[in-house]
């Protein structure tokens, strides 16, 4: 939860939608433009599809990670990080963020330190 806003995507597990084949594309790129890789997700958006996104703009020594629903991904991340110390340093050195248009579906509270 956020606020009084409960967002869909913001879960480990995904709720299986059986009449698609595909539930949705995750795509990260630089600031540039430039795709740094993708998903075709089956099975609805999880957070370990986001988590691996995470990893590769890791790998590609981004200093920022946006994602529609940061707030609630960061404490994932931080968990995955305690759990395997291979991640620790992958939520700690880089900085996260709302996009514009999905910040404002956010709780105030979310949206100023995000």
Do not use: W
Not at 5 to 12: C, G, L, P
Not at 25 to 39: E, P, Q, T
Not at 96 to 114: E, I
């Amino acid at each position: 939860m956020c606020g009084n806003a409960a967002f869909k995507a913001a879960r480990v597990d995904s709720s299986k939608v059986s009449k698609l084949d595909r539930t949705g594309l995750l795509v990260s790129c630089c600031r540039h433009g430039l795709v740094l890789g993708a998903i075709d997700m089956t099975q609805g958006e999880t957070f370990s599809h986001v988590h691996f996104m995470h990893r590769l703009c890791n790998e590609a020594q981004c200093y920022y990670f946006c994602y529609d629903v940061f707030c609630q991904y960061k404490k994932f991340a931080a968990r995955v990080g305690n759990a395997f110390p291979q991640f620790k340093a992958m939520s700690e050195e880089m900085d996260g963020y709302l996009p514009r248009m999905h910040a404002k579906a956010h709780h105030f509270s979310c949206q100023v330190p995000f």
